[in-house]
Structure formats: C-alpha cells, structure tokens
C-alpha cells in the first residue's frame, strides 16, 4: 500500500495545506493520507492565545473531510513529550511494513531535514516528497533533493504545484485583523468563531456566507438591505460601520427556528428572554417570565433574544453587536448609538414600504433619536392595532426618548 504523512501543528489548518495534501495524494497516486497534529511542536513555540490540541485536531479533520483519501490521526497529540517525526513514522510502517511510507514537507521542512532528530532513519526508511510553499522555491528544493540523494541515497520526489502562500501565522493575523475566512474555508472559519479562537473578528462576508443558509428566502433581500442601511447610519453618524454590518447580518438569523430551539440557544448561551445577558434577573417591568411563558406572550420578540444567543455563542460577536441584536425589537431605555442604528436599520431598509417609512427613513439621516421616536410610535400603534401585547421595553424606550426630547 502506498500512504504518507504530513505533520504540523495545524493551527489553524488553511488552504494551503488542504492544496498541498490533494495535489501530493493525486500526484504520488497514495491510497492513504495521514494528517497528523503535533502535540508539543519541536521547531516552534505555539502562541499564547492558541487553539488547544484537541480543537487543533478537530479542525484539522474539518480539513481532512475535503481531501480524498485523507484521515486525521491523533497518535502525536496523544504521545506525551516532543513530536518527532520518527516515531511516528515508525509507528506507522509497523501497521504495514512492506509498503511504501511518504513523509510529505513544505519548503522550510525540506531544507532542514538533514538536521532532524534521525535523519539518517528519515532518509533510508522513507520516501519523501517536498512540495514549494512560496513562489520561485522550485529551484532550491530541486538542489536539496539532489544532494539528499547523493548523500544519503533518499528517494525523493517533488509535487508540482501553484504555491499557495499561507502560513498559519498569515491566517492567525488575518483572524485579528478581521479577515482570513478565505485562508481556512467556511467550516473552519465557523468553528474559530464559535470558539472565539486567535482573537478573531468576525468578518461581515463570512458572516453572511454563514447566515444566509438559516434565513427564509424571503427574509434574504430584508436583511441583505438591513446590512447596507446600518452600514450607512454608522458612517453617517460615527458608529463603527463593520460592527453596525455584524450585527445587521445576523439580527434575524434565529427568527427561522422553532420557539423550542430557540429558547434552548438562549439557555445555552446565558441569555434571558426579555431580560438580557444581566444576572440581576429583573425584567424590563420588573419581573422576569419564565421563557416560555414570554415566548407565548410575546412572539414576535423572542427572535430577538435567541438571535442574540446565536450571534453571541456561534459567531464570536462582541457584547456590542450582541446587545444591538438582542433589542431590535423592542428598542429598550437607554439604548446606544448601535443599538438604535440596528433598530432603525431593520425599520427603514431600503425593501420597506410600509406608510410613513418615507419620512423616518429621511429623518434618520438628519436627527437619530427623534427618527427613532417617530418610528417607535409607528411601530408600538401597529402592534396594538393588532391586539397584540407590547413589549415594556418598547413602552420604556419611547418614554426615555420623549423625556430627551422634552429636555432638548
Ligand atoms: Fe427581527
Ligand atoms: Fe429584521
């Protein structure tokens, strides 16, 4: 049988590692690839805010699942002590000791690999294949390879392929910065939000990638409008325009779900319906429901908390946007400069065309809190024309932004 290995510390996994192990798989025709996690690197010191070994395992079988052939194999996290690549490749030519071993390295692994702990082992008991990390490296791997035949009589092989490079330090300052979903994939990006891993900042496009499988189709242009909106009230009145995107993308994210599921992700993540993520257990009229009591009185609200839940538990938001989220309903006392543009936003979207949406749309460009005070009105005249029960802290909202008003 013919199978290889390649090792790293996978933190976090990237295309370029999912690029290299297709092309070296397809190239080498192996039956079998391992991708194999270290568990203490040898050559690097991992940074301090890092994903742990065994989430660096479940992102590398993330990876895995989009390579043919591919396994991921936890036998260097589980090892205690240093992760050196001979006791691994032992391990596994033991499984099959007549077949063909290919131990995989990048550019830097390559040109070093006559200085690893048992080279001499490495060489005489593999078959390597090196593969370029950056552009213009085909040269030097070329010369290396010949020496490291000449030498140590290695059997070593090149793959040929567009170098894709990215490193995993490359992708953890993306994540920083605010980018980098396109270094790792969808699934990987999801699972670093989700676990807030590298200090990652969710990025507006991802999380829109993201969002849209859990919208109604016919909810998509609303909160595809609702993004443009809030960007544009955030540069219009100095709030953070990206954070104003995250938040409007993800503002009915949970309206889709059923109430059960719902109140299941507000419990999950810490979230009280009508209450908030506040301990003080005090409810916006003083006394707090039980979920599904509140789920029953006021239906139209409780996307709002769990979509809240959602964005806070599964998309690594800031408490910032989290908030915005959680009031874009009701509105609340007090509210800040992104809780009210979100509420706004999803009130004068560009697809809108309910009565009277002309003027505050207009007005919201020109005085914030009194746009929001004639749209509250509107909003709170609407429900109750329904029958239905206003929330208090849509009552509380109005009475706070009337009260600033009159000070005015
Ligand atoms: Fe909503
Ligand atoms: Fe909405």
Redo the contacts with the bound molecule.
């Keep these: 049988m013919k199978r290889g290995f390649l090792g790293g510390t996978f933190n976090p996994p990237h295309m370029g590692h999912i690029h290299a192990a297709r092309a070296a798989a397809e190239q080498l025709g192996l039956d079998e690839l391992y991708l194999i996690p270290t568990g203490e690197p040898p050559h690097k010191d991992l940074p301090e805010d890092t994903a742990t070994a065994e989430q660096r395992l479940t992102m590398t079988r993330l990876a895995a699942a989009g390579i043919p052939n591919a396994e991921v194999l936890d036998l260097e996290v589980r090892r205690k002590g240093p992760s050196y690549s001979v006791l691994t490749a032992r391990e596994l030519l033991e499984k099959d000791p007549e077949g063909e071993l290919w131990l995989l390295c990048g550019t830097d692994m390559f040109l070093t690999l006559d200085r690893w702990y048992r080279a001499d082992w490495l060489l005489k008991n593999l078959h390597i294949a090196a593969y370029p990390r950056r552009a213009g490296e085909v040269p030097d791997l070329e010369e290396k390879a010949a020496v490291l035949r000449m030498r140590w009589g290695a059997r070593v092989e090149l793959i040929r392929l567009e170098p894709m490079d990215v490193s995993s330090t490359d992708v953890r300052e993306a994540l920083k910065r605010g980018g980098g979903s396109e270094m790792v994939g969808d699934e990987i990006y999801a699972y670093i939000l989700r676990n807030r891993l590298y200090g990652v900042r969710p990025e507006p496009e991802a999380l829109w990638r993201l969002t849209v499988p859990l919208l109604e189709k016919k909810r998509i242009p609303h909160v595809q409008g609702c993004r443009e909106e809030a960007k544009r009230l955030a540069l219009r009145w100095g709030a953070d325009s990206i954070e104003a995107e995250r938040a409007a993308i993800l503002?009915?994210a949970a309206?889709k779900m059923p109430a059960e599921e719902q109140l299941r992700l507000c419990a999950a993540y810490g979230i009280i319906p009508g209450i908030g993520a506040d301990t003080d257990l005090e409810g916006a009229d003083g006394t707090a429901l039980p979920p599904e009591e509140f789920a029953a009185r006021y239906p139209k609200v409780l996307?709002?908390f769990s979509?809240a839940a959602m964005a806070w538990g599964m998309f690594g938001v800031s408490t910032a946007v989290r908030d915005a989220i959680m009031w874009?309903?009701t509105g609340k006392r007090g509210m800040t400069l992104l809780e009210k543009i979100i509420w706004l936003a999803?009130y004068i979207e560009p697809t809108r065309t309910m009565s009277g949406v002309e003027k505050v749309r207009k007005r919201a460009y020109e005085d914030l809190d009194s746009a929001l005070r004639l749209a509250m009105q509107k909003s709170l005249e609407h429900v109750t024309e329904r029958n239905g029960t206003p929330h208090p802290a849509s009552l509380e909202a109005l009475d706070d932004l009337k009260e600033k008003e009159r000070k005015k």
């Design positions: 503002h009915d309206k996307h709002a979509g874009h309903t999803d």
